[in-house]
């Protein structure tokens, strides 16, 4: 395993592998996170995976920067390891308003909303790191052939369940925020809820699968999260 470490600020340390978006680089980065997480460090307050990276930051007060910098060059870590991933079906409504970009991703791809359905669909995805929003999954790779960029001018505010397109990747909006993806369906599912022992649905590592659901299961689905009596283990494959 190779990689680059170098203080970031007087309390971060940045862990930099090869730059590129790569499953076997993310699993670097998952095993680095895992063995810190073992070690319990006095003084270190939280790690934070990236695509290609891991930021450690740590209480200056508790841990010299020095210090810490010499424990984690000389860190045994096993890339080989991984924390254990579940693989999550998650349904998505494509039609009507939930889909607001799809004419335009439509334009761009070439590709009738048949087909940019059937090819969100077929894959299964690698969340590569949870940001921007709590619970906002980073998905993919997506084929080459759905990949579009984001929208010239960001919304000032995207509903909660989208599912949107940048890129390489794919992701589903945990909240109602502002943003620029490409919102091509919205599911029900909730990504995010800090009363849950774990708030986010998805961790690092986790997959996902997409498939379609009509306006009328949605609502279904809807209704019984509202009501509690949706299970969450039905999301799981295994």
């Not at 920067?65 to 390891?81: C, F, H, M, W, Y």
């Not at 599911?187 to 699968?209: N, S, Y």
Request: charged share 20%; glycine share 6%.
């Amino acid at each position: 395993m190779t990689f680059e470490i170098s203080p970031y600020g007087a309390n971060h340390i940045l862990i930099q592998f090869e730059q590129i978006v790569d499953l076997s680089v993310n699993a670097q980065v998952h095993a680095m996170k895992i063995a810190l997480d073992q070690s319990a460090w006095k003084g270190v307050v939280q790690v934070i995976p990236a695509y290609c990276s891991v930021m450690v930051e740590f209480d200056p007060k508790m841990v010299k920067q020095a210090d810490l910098l010499r424990k984690i060059q000389k860190l045994s870590v096993d890339p080989e390891e991984e924390e254990q991933s579940l693989l999550y079906r998650i349904p998505v409504c494509y039609d009507g308003d939930f889909a607001m970009d799809m004419e335009e991703v439509n334009h761009i791809t070439s590709l009738s909303k048949e087909d940019i359905i059937a090819q969100h669909c077929q894959s299964i995805y690698h969340t590569f790191m949870i940001g921007f929003l709590p619970g906002f999954p980073y998905l993919g790779k997506l084929e080459e052939s759905l990949q579009v960029p984001r929208r010239s001018k960001a919304r000032t505010m995207v509903p909660r369940g989208s599912v949107g397109l940048a890129g390489s990747q794919t992701g589903v909006y945990p909240s109602d925020a502002p943003g620029g993806w490409q919102i091509i369906g919205r599911t029900p599912i909730p990504m995010f809820d800090r009363h849950w022992d774990k708030p986010a649905l998805l961790g690092e590592g986790d997959r996902v699968q997409f498939f379609s659901i009509n306006s009328h299961d949605f609502h279904l689905i809807e209704k019984d999260i509202a009501s509690g009596q949706f299970n969450y283990k039905s999301l799981h494959v295994w």
